[in-house]
């Protein structure tokens, strides 16, 4: 028999109580088995008998039924980045999720078969009937164990740090991140490998492959597991293990701080901390950690309930969406340092008393105080890297301290690849994410931990009563070493995509035609392009991660369009200017920056394709 009707074979072999197969002839081309004598097929129709009658044997597996359920390709399930998003009512519809799981399942093939996955996610609406659904499709597929945080609840970073403390296989984090909860806003879901980090696109292509052909649902006949205690539960060779979600995640974090040093700190009665859960994930572990394990005050944590539809509001921790902790921050009663986090517990922000830190400036910060402050880094940073569209300032800081530094296209698993690679210890993103190479996600909890122990660092011999070093502090004796880049990013969200589109098309054009000295406005032309980057590691190349226009004076101009959201684009405009005049140092960015954004919108006719006349967000 020719290995062409052999794959046709098996592939008819995976339809057991089902009439549809799994890939027709038609995928594979002409089958060259219908050109065989009469006497052959009828031996070969007898042989795939025998071997349908076998499988259905299978079928029956320890403990369980799995059921062969006909399903159809739905469209739009590609998978990007931060996995797939679409509104709820989208991922309710029949076999919405179901079709995606199965076709994960299908993607891993062999490999996941007897493996142990994790799974939780943000705590928002659905969560807990789909790991119902996903637990069904993974016994059915051969998975041996799923972990499953109590509640359904797992923060990213956190289902990172499972991963790689119990070497799982991988794991399943049901969250749209930081876009709003609820029956009709987001939900989505995504895949972590092996080392915690997201999928990389060789396995993504493969599960929009299989969402595109999938005609099967292998689903296991299992009464719904118990996600409020915390216990194990077996279906013959099936279990599921619901587990405390703070675990693994605090054991992480206590190899990486010095918790016993942050606690007395935290204690001090001059010190106080302010933390908005934002009705988020990071509510289930705020309090354990602040309170609990580093002895702050209960009433530090503000909406530390996570609600299905977080409270009704945008889970994203920025100056917009995380107003009442702003306007705490900027009151006679603010506290030392406050922080919010966002729908999943990636995403963070940092505030001190009036003051604001950029997620740029956030990340060189820590960055340069990581060896002395943070025990983890105590021999030094292997090296460090931020996304493209993140301003300059932990450049710097790399230079300074004479350390490798990478600039990659956005998204983690770019800092995944050089963190697995020991060439990359601390890393960050404008978009409110910062990380370390101690999982392979960003991580909201760990940037505040941080923050809090460059506090206790620069504060241990302030006795107390007396002036404590502040946010803002540590951020202008920063300035003083490295410059100050002003930065700002600009966030369209909901534009039309046909006229994002058109405008990218628009600046493809600009750059066709633009050249080293020309001039834009005030600005004079060092290189323009649409960014590509080469990963060091595995030599893949990632194109069209952003048109930016770079001038003389280190001034840059990036738009990008994002993939976070579940509907319309969202245009990002990047805009940077640098300085090392002191005298400058605390004048307001939108002001500085008033000039090269004035440009921005010229180039790019943004204003014109959008028919907006302002940002939705300006951070």
């Not at 889970?315 to 969406?321: E, K």
């Not at 649409?530 to 595995?538: A, G, H, K, Q, V």
Request: aromatic fraction near 10%; include cysteine; glycine fraction near 10%.
């Amino acid at each position: 028999m020719s290995s062409l009707c052999a794959a046709l074979q098996r592939c008819t072999l995976q339809t057991v109580g089902s009439s549809r197969p799994v890939a027709k002839a038609s995928q594979f081309g002409p089958a060259p088995c219908a050109l065989r004598t009469p006497a052959k097929r009828q031996a070969g129709a007898r042989q795939r008998t025998r071997s349908i009658q076998v499988s259905a044997s299978v079928a029956q597996m320890e403990g369980f039924t799995v059921k062969s359920v006909p399903t159809k390709p739905i469209e739009g399930q590609k998978t990007g980045t931060s996995g797939l998003r679409k509104k709820t009512k989208v991922f309710t519809s029949e076999n919405y999720l179901a079709n995606w799981i199965q076709s994960l399942f299908n993607a891993l093939g062999e490999e996941a078969v007897g493996k142990t996955i994790g799974l939780g996610g943000d705590g928002r609406y659905f969560n807990k009937e789909a790991v119902q659904t996903i637990l069904r499709v993974a016994a059915g597929n051969g998975i041996a164990k799923v972990v499953v945080g109590k509640d359904a609840i797992m923060a990213t970073p956190a289902m990172s740090a499972l991963i790689r403390r119990r070497s799982l296989y991988g794991g399943l984090i049901m969250s749209a991140s930081h876009n709003p909860g609820g029956p009709d806003e987001d939900w989505g879901i995504k895949f972590n490998y092996s080392a915690g980090e997201p999928a990389p696109e060789k396995i993504t292509d493969k599960i929009f492959g299989f969402t595109e052909s999938i005609l099967e649902l292998k689903l296991a006949e299992l009464a719904d597991v118990d996600l409020s205690k915390v216990g194990t539960t077996r279906f013959g060779s099936f279990e599921v293990e619901v587990v405390d979600y703070t675990t693994e995640y605090f054991d992480t974090l206590k190899e990486v701080f010095d918790f016993p040093a942050l606690r007395a700190f935290m204690t001090r009665p001059d010190f106080s901390l302010v933390f908005d859960a934002m009705h988020a994930v990071t509510g289930a572990y705020a309090n354990p950690l602040f309170v609990g394990e580093l002895g702050g005050k209960p009433d530090s944590i503000r909406n530390g309930v996570p609600l299905e539809d977080f409270g009704g509001g945008h889970p994203d921790p920025n100056l917009t969406y995380a107003h009442d902790l702003v306007e705490l921050m900027w009151s006679d009663a603010a506290p030392v340092l406050g922080a919010a986090s966002d729908g999943d517990g990636d995403r963070n922000m940092v505030l001190g008393s009036h003051f604001f830190v950029t997620p740029s400036d956030s990340v060189a910060v820590i960055a340069a105080n990581a060896q002395a402050a943070i025990p983890y880094f105590k021999d030094g940073l292997k090296g460090v890297a931020r996304s493209m569209p993140t301003s300059g300032a932990l450049d710097r800081v790399a230079q300074k301290l004479g350390l490798q530094f990478f600039e990659t296209p956005t998204g983690w698993k770019f800092f995944g690849n050089l963190m697995d690679a020991d060439k990359c210890s601390i890393c960050g993103e404008e978009s409110f994410g910062t990380g370390a190479d101690h999982v392979r996600e960003k991580d909201g909890m760990w940037a505040v931990l941080a923050w809090l122990s460059i506090l206790a660092h620069k504060n241990k011999d302030v006795p107390e009563g007396g002036k404590l070093v502040s946010v803002k502090d540590i951020v202008m004796d920063h300035w003083k070493q490295f410059g100050r880049n002003f930065y700002s990013r600009y966030d369209y969200e909901g534009v039309e995509s046909e006229q994002a589109n058109k405008m990218v098309q628009h600046l493809e054009g600009v750059i066709a035609s633009s050249s080293k000295g020309q001039k834009f406005g005030d600005y004079v032309l060092e290189t323009a392009d649409n960014f590509s980057y080469t990963d060091p590691i595995d030599g893949s190349v990632a194109k069209g991660q952003g048109v930016r226009f770079v001038f003389q004076d280190g001034s840059r101009i990036i738009f990008r369009l994002s993939g976070t959201g579940s509907a319309g684009a969202t245009i990002r405009l990047y805009i940077e200017t640098y300085t090392d005049d002191a005298s400058k140092f605390e004048l307001d960015a939108q002001e500085v920056l008033k000039s090269i954004i004035g440009t921005a919108l010229e180039v790019s006719k943004l204003q014109e394709f959008t028919g907006r006349d302002k940002p939705t967000v300006i951070t």
